[in-house]
């Protein structure tokens, strides 16, 4: 149990253009859902908070109006990197929290911004 | 100011040798530890440590938290090449009225046949 996925697993782009990365949880629902990003050799960074059925909750720094969420429904989050510049060639990972605290991870996506 | 510290940054061992990582955390409003690994993806998970004292075991690898002291270790015995992996420490904690969970830099384990 607690799979997320997450889609797709790498994405090549030209620099200007938007990106769209969808993260589902598989065989449970998820109200919160979070997204990180991964620099090289680096620990996770919380990017924002993805609540299902309101807006999400941005860490300080992160561009709300770069970084697009949408929590559609209670299995599927999206982030969009709009005008995406090679400096957001990053990996990004979202995860699903499960019970009180416990947050399971997708398989991570690889974006490389040319 | 990092909350979440872990120790060391990096670890070479060969297989059969028993290690330990360490991680501190300074945070208000604790909820739970959580230990993830993490190869070339993202992290998987591995233990959730909410009380002192109280050991969580699965297979080579067990973990246990000090709420006094404020830190928590995580031991692998007899180490096989495919420990080799970042072991990532986190933090649940309440922040601003909602949960944050803060991650350490994280622990890079090498094992040597």
Redesign the interface.
Known sequence: GAVVSQHPSWVICKSGTSVKIECRSLDFQATTMFWYRQFPKQSLMLMATSNEGSKATYEQGVEKDKFLINHASLTLSTLTVTSAHPEDSSFYICSARVGQETQYFGPGTRLLVL | EDKVVQSPLSLVVHEGDTVTLNCSYEVTNF??L?W?KQEK?????LF?L?SSGIEKKSGRLSSILDKKELFSILNITATQTGDSAVY?C?V?YSGAG?????????TKLSVIP
Do not use: E, W
């Not at chain 2, 909602?98 to 994280?106: A, D, I, P």
């Open positions: 909820r739970s959580l993830y993806k993202a992290p998987t998970f959730m909410t990532l986190a649940a909602s949960y944050q969970l803060t991650f350490g830099k994280g």
